[in-house]
């Protein structure tokens, strides 16, 4: 289980609450002493009865009001809890997002500067540089791509279609792209049945695709990343499945992956690039189009993301 580090200003800020919680209920216990009290005296001429009764009726309305005042400190500690964890998530995208814009900058800048110093170089010497200034270029375009596209979810601005799309085919193209950008020794495998249209559109799809292809690249330790898809048995949906044979993602972490931001451990040791955004979108893609995604286990190591995509019928149209 991962360990979270809290910063000074999270841990005074929770300090502050605490010590806050404490004096109010403690103030609150005196004055129901203190009333108890006072009730003692000023009733105790009436009769034993009335005193017992007064008595009582502070007591119950007290612990009306002691509940109401419990459960909106209860209220109150989760609303900082979850404020305070949105804070560190943004802290970490922040981050992640400098190191993930700055790196390729940092390349393209170096790669024209050598082109423009050295402009005697021959082809065979420029191709390189070109290449890589390129390459560096896409990254940042699928960077400010997903950054975009995980806004545009947020506020509910992106219309999953509804298809049909032909997703065989293209499955197997981003597949055959995907191998010449990640890992030099990484490898993707695909295994992909013909002719499978689903009900989602094309692009919707590819983002799909491409965050789970690059997320399991990125762990699979310089071994194969297996891409499967087939339809399920009864035919409503489509199965898209994407294994790696990296370290594994524990049992405690897999309800928080995809959430916005999050990534296991601390960003600021972490080595493995990213931006807590590529799982989000995948599953909120999903979602909006009907479908889900869940992780298993890959044997004998690793992980598999399987998606379940609403299948269309060509035959029957539906």
Request: net charge positive; aromatic share 8%; with cysteine.
């Amino acid at each position: 289980m991962t360990t979270v580090k809290r910063s000074k200003s999270e841990r005074r800020l929770l300090v502050l609450f605490y010590l806050l919680t404490g004096y109010i209920l403690l103030q609150f216990a005196w004055w129901a002493y203190l009333l108890i009290d006072l009730s003692k005296k000023y009733y105790a001429p009436e009769g034993a009865e009335v005193l017992k009764l007064k008595v009582w009726m502070v007591v119950g309305e007290g612990s009306v009001f002691l509940l109401f005042l419990l459960a909106g400190l209860y209220i109150m500690q989760r609303t900082i809890r979850k404020d305070i964890v949105l804070m560190r998530q943004q802290r970490n995208f922040l981050l992640s997002i400098t190191h993930e814009l700055k790196t390729p900058i940092a390349a393209i800048k170096l790669c024209l500067q050598t082109l423009q110093k050295r402009s005697k170089l021959n082809e065979a010497q420029r191709e390189p540089l070109q290449k890589s200034a390129i390459d560096n270029t896409e990254r940042l375009h699928k960077l400010i791509d997903n950054v975009l596209l995980a806004t545009r979810i947020d506020s509910q601005e992106i219309p999953v279609g509804e298809g049909p799309t032909e997703i065989s085919s293209l499955t197997e193209s981003i597949c055959t792209d995907l191998a010449k950008t990640v890992a030099s020794d990484t490898e993707i495998r695909s295994s992909v049945s013909p002719g499978l249209h689903a009900r989602i559109d094309e692009q919707s799809y590819s983002s799909i695709l491409i965050n789970l292809v690059e997320n399991a690249a990125k762990y699979a330790g310089g071994e194969t990343v297996q891409v499967s898809l087939m339809p399920d048995k009864e035919g409503s949906y489509l199965l898209l499945s994407v294994s790696d044979s990296g370290p594994g993602i524990p049992s405690s972490e897999r309800l928080h992956i995809f959430k916005k931001f999050y990534r296991m451990g601390n960003e600021e040791t972490r080595s493995q690039k990213g931006t807590g955004l590529g799982l989000y979108i995948v599953s909120e893609l999903l979602r909006m189009a009907g479908g889900k995604i869940s992780i298993n286990d890959n044997e004998p190591k690793g992980s598999t993301f399987l998606c379940k995509i609403p299948a269309y019928n060509t035959d029957t149209k539906r």
